[in-house]
């Protein structure tokens, strides 16, 4: 299993997104598994409409990496420590099972939920956050293909459309990220994860 990553940002936040790889890399993420910056190239349209038209173009940059699954991530972020020995182990993904997950959980809806396997289905409807965003080559491609059916930033379509093709979404429990911000890039409200846990690890 192959995971590429991928960091949106947009000019003027230079120093947030180089400390988001820079925290990334200080964790055990496999040296082998891809990070790619995704930067808003200021075309005309609001921060808004920029910002997720820049979301697209990372999710298509990332499909045609040579990657199983897709880490979407925002550029204000600090994570757990042990975020690669956890993912790897993770049921959902580690089962195949998994269309769209979150690792980031700023108090969204449970529909289900496993503390055994560190799970829980999220209602897609109350789903938002993009700050860390896992999902197969599968539905990544599918997000983007159907990309201007859902009206909305990155957080709305990506959710609504994953519903939409089928796919549940699982959310990582506790958090394996967490927003450190304390501003959105295009004027949204903050949020932040309150079960994160930054040396939390999952047994074998």
Known sequence: MKIAAVVITCPGREAQCRATIDALHRTDWPETFPVIVSTDPLLDGSRQHRQQLNALQALRACVELAADFILFLEDDLEFNAHIGHNLA???????????????????IREIE?????HWFRADPGAVYGSQAYLFSVETARYIAGHWHEV???QDIKMSRLAAKGGWA?????PSLVQHVGR???W????????????????FE
């Open 89 to 107: 182990r993770w049921p959902p993904l580690r089962k195949g099972a998994l269309g769209m997950g979150s690792l980031y959980n700023p108090t």
């Open 113 to 117: 939920r496993s503390e055994r396997e």
């Open 151 to 153: 009206e909305g930033m």
């Open 169 to 173: 979404i699982y959310y990582y429990a």
């Open 183 to 185: 501003e959105s890039t």
């Open 187 to 202: 004027g949204g409200g903050y949020h932040y994860a309150p079960d994160f846990d930054p040396r939390f690890k999952i």
